[in-house]
């Protein structure tokens, strides 16, 4: 009697050239956590800002600009700092992480136009790409919690650009190979300011005066 094919066992999402077969799965590494971090950081922004924003939400980055923007409602929302529980990752490694989960679809970029200022700079920024949680992301957060995030593989690098690594390459980059569309680091995500390098500390309570504007802010829009 012939012998019945073995079966391969199924292997956790992975990207579209993992699941074609085509021998990348050595390449690719688990960032369920992260991914739901980043995807609820995309998500809190509301599909409004860049991904220099929605970095400085995940990672919490505690900044006078953050601050500023939606009436310091960012620096109050349950995605602020969700990151940081991930471990020490450093802003190119995140940057990194977003450029491959816009390229396998859970996030994804709009242009957006900025109205012409009366008396602006001629060289002053018209438009930026806003980052927003696209369907496939919206069913990975849909599919998973915090404590047991749905199963997700990336070409990312487990520590590549985080200060405590010892993979070489500058820190920089962090794609461990070409994995999806065999074009590297691939979409250039969010290429307007600059989201910093370095390490930030776990959040800490934010001060009472960024509160109670926070919160007056809210209670105004109701």
Same mark, same amino acid.
């Given at each position: 009697?012939?012998? !019945?094919? #073995?079966?391969?066992?199924?292997?956790?999402?992975?990207?579209?050239?993992?699941?074609? %077969?085509?021998?990348?799965?050595?390449?690719?590494?688990?960032? +369920? #956590?992260?991914?739901?971090?980043?995807?609820?950081?995309?998500?809190?922004?509301?599909?409004?800002?860049?991904?220099?924003?929605?970095?400085?939400?995940?990672?919490?980055?505690?900044?006078?600009?953050?601050?500023?923007?939606?009436? %310091?409602?960012?620096?109050?929302?349950?995605?602020?700092?969700?990151?940081?529980?991930? %471990?020490?990752?450093?802003?190119?490694?995140?940057?990194?992480?977003?450029?491959?989960?816009?390229?396998?679809?859970?996030?994804?970029?709009?242009?957006?136009?900025?109205?012409?200022?009366? =008396?602006?700079?001629?060289?002053?920024?018209?438009?930026?790409?806003?980052?927003?949680?696209?369907?496939?992301?919206?069913?990975?957060?849909?599919? =998973?919690?915090?404590?047991?995030?749905?199963?997700?593989?990336?070409?990312?690098?487990?520590?590549?650009?985080?200060?405590?690594? #010892? #993979?070489?390459?500058?820190?920089?980059?962090?794609?461990?190979?070409?994995?999806?569309?065999?074009?590297?680091? %691939? +979409?250039?995500?969010?290429?307007?300011?600059? !989201?910093?390098?370095?390490?930030?500390?776990?959040?800490?309570?934010?001060?009472?005066?960024?509160?109670?504007?926070?919160?007056?802010?809210?209670?105004?829009?109701?």
């Amino acid at each position: 009697a012939p012998s !019945s094919p #073995s079966a391969r066992p199924e292997p956790a999402p992975c990207c579209d050239n993992c699941s074609r %077969g085509q021998g990348c799965l050595e390449r690719c590494h688990d960032v +369920a #956590s992260e991914a739901r971090a980043l995807l609820l950081a995309a998500e809190a922004c509301g599909g409004r800002f860049g991904l220099p924003t929605v970095l400085e939400v995940c990672r919490g980055a505690r900044t006078a600009k953050l601050a500023s923007k939606a009436g %310091g409602r960012l620096l109050l929302c349950s995605a602020f700092g969700a990151g940081v529980r991930c %471990g020490s990752r450093s802003a190119v490694w995140w940057r990194v992480l977003a450029e491959a989960m816009v390229e396998e679809g859970l996030l994804a970029e709009e242009f957006v136009a900025l109205p012409a200022a009366p =008396g602006a700079h001629p060289f002053a920024p018209r438009s930026y790409h806003a980052l927003r949680v696209a369907s496939a992301g919206r069913a990975l957060l849909a599919n =998973g919690t915090d404590a047991t995030p749905a199963p997700l593989r990336l070409p990312v690098a487990p520590s590549a650009g985080s200060s405590n690594s #010892s #993979s070489g390459g500058g820190g920089g980059g962090g794609v461990s190979g070409s994995c999806s569309g065999g074009s590297g680091n %691939g +979409a250039s995500v969010g290429s307007g300011e600059s !989201s910093g390098g370095g390490e930030y500390e776990a959040p800490a309570p934010p001060p009472p005066a960024v509160v109670g504007a926070a919160r007056a802010a809210e209670a105004a829009s109701t």
